[in-house]
Structures are given as structure tokens and as C-alpha cells.
């Protein structure tokens, strides 16, 4: 005989998740290339990269996540990376952009 199923009593929807995403602006695109260590493995233009942050965002959006966009230059993203004895790489950009997302004050 099998057992009945137990159901939660109140059936809560998830929390949203925060996504925070790193984005770049059009006039530090060639800059940040060339600094960063592994710019060889990002889109080679800018339309082409903003063409597939926008459809992760979209995507993410539409999983009912939070999107929060930490843009990123070439003067703080360097000192940045000196301060933490970081390599300019995804690692550190993906760093970054959760610590700025941590350190905004906002409720859901």
C-alpha cells in the first residue's frame, strides 16, 4: 500500500533569484578588450556581445529572476583588480559584480 502523498499546507511561490550581470558600455568596449586576459573568449564586437547580454537578461527575466546590471570601466575595473591582486578575467568581472550587487541597499 503506498503512502499518500504530504503537501506543504500553503504552496509559497520561490523567492526571485538576483542576477547581477556584468555590462559594459560601448565607448569602453575596445578598452576593457585589450586589458582584459581572456578577451578572447568574448564576442569580437560590442553589438555582438550586447546582442547576447540582452537575450541571458531577457532570459533570466523571464525564469522570474532579478536582473541588476554592474557596469564595468577601465579605470575602477583596473585599480579593482590591483587592489584584489585579481587577474582581469571573467572570474574577477563576475566577482565584482556580485559585490556591487551585495553592497545595493533594495527589498523585493
Not at 500500500?1 to 538576483?18: E, F, L, N
Not at 546582442?51 to 585599480?79: L, N
Request: aromatic share 10%; with cysteine; net charge negative.
Amino acid at each position: 500500500m503506498s503512502q499518500p502523498k504530504a503537501t506543504a499546507p500553503h504552496d509559497t511561490p520561490a523567492q526571485p533569484t538576483i542576477q547581477a550581470m556584468v555590462w559594459y558600455r560601448e565607448e569602453h568596449w575596445e578598452t576593457l578588450k585589450r586589458l582584459f586576459t581572456d578577451a578572447d573568449r568574448l564576442p569580437p564586437t560590442y553589438g555582438d556581445w550586447l546582442q547576447r547580454a540582452e537575450e541571458m537578461k531577457t532570459q533570466a527575466q523571464a525564469a522570474g529572476d532579478i536582473v541588476i546590471k554592474v557596469y564595468i570601466d577601465p579605470e575602477t575595473f583596473t585599480a579593482w583588480c590591483r587592489h584584489k591582486g585579481l587577474a582581469m578575467n571573467a572570474e574577477a568581472r563576475s566577482q565584482l559584480a556580485i559585490e556591487v550587487a551585495q553592497s545595493q541597499s533594495f527589498s523585493i
